[in-house]
């Protein structure tokens, strides 16, 4: 099992440029969401996933958009990067008891 | 609005001092209660978990938590901490969904 995977590990993108952050899962869990990682702010959720052809928002949705075609994979976009958006970005997806959240290795994203 | 607080941002310890992080959320109900490490550059793990039972949990590296209900604390605590314990600590809340509320962090200083 490779768990949650993520790539890229690092992007650096222009004002205004767009590109979308992968993520797949091998162990069959339903459920799949995004946060984003920013210092003193602790993780906020940003889409999440409860099956295939389901999403919604979190805490702070503004400027990304996701899709779940299939259960493995939870794409986020970034339709034009802001310098605000400059953080980490974690996948996660949860199963087994207590709805404990497995997460990706995450992606360090700059925008200038 | 659901909420998890912790209210230590920074600890500084020596080697062997004893650890408590503090965790409290914000009302009551079922609850799953979390604690993940994050090592530097690396992602989130669990750490330990309660999701039912005794209110004292064991997790892994000799870390355990207490649960209790009254004061809806989810305390983190090692009796003799290691410079390897270095890393952020983030306490989380499931109000019997799979959408986790992370708190803020808190930054352990670990030095020898």
């Known amino acids: 099992n490779a768990g949650v995977t993520q790539t890229p590990k690092f992007q650096v993108l222009k004002t205004g440029q767009s590109m979308t952050l992968q993520c797949a899962q091998d162990?069959?869990?339903?459920?799949m969401s995004w946060y984003r990682q920013d210092p003193g702010m602790g993780l906020r959720l940003i889409h999440y996933?409860?099956?295939?052809?389901?999403?919604d928002q979190g805490e702070v949705p503004n400027g990304y958009n996701v899709s779940r075609s299939t259960t493995e994979d939870f794409p986020l976009r970034l339709l034009s990067a802001a310098p605000s958006q400059t953080s980490v970005y974690f996948c996660a997806s949860t199963g087994g008891t207590a709805y404990e959240q497995y997460f990706g290795p995450g992606t360090r994203l700059t925008v200038t | 609005a659901q909420s998890v607080s912790q209210h230590n941002h920074h600890v500084i310890l020596s080697e062997a001092a004893s650890l408590e992080l503090g965790c409290n959320y914000s009302?009551?109900?079922?609850?799953?209660l979390f604690w993940y490490v994050q090592y530097p550059g690396q992602h989130l793990q669990l750490l330990l978990k309660?999701?039912?039972?005794?209110?004292l949990v064991k997790g892994i590296k000799g870390f355990e938590a207490e649960f209790i209900k009254s004061k809806f604390s989810f305390n983190l605590r090692k009796p003799s901490v290691q410079w390897s314990d270095t890393a952020e600590y983030f306490c989380a809340v499931s109000y019997n969904t799979d959408k986790l509320i992370f708190g803020t962090g808190t930054r352990l200083q670990v030095f020898p």
């Open positions: 309660y999701f039912s039972g005794d209110p």
């Open positions: 162990m069959n869990h339903e459920y």
């Open positions: 996933s409860v099956g295939a052809g389901i999403t």
């Open positions: 009302y009551g109900g079922t609850v799953n």
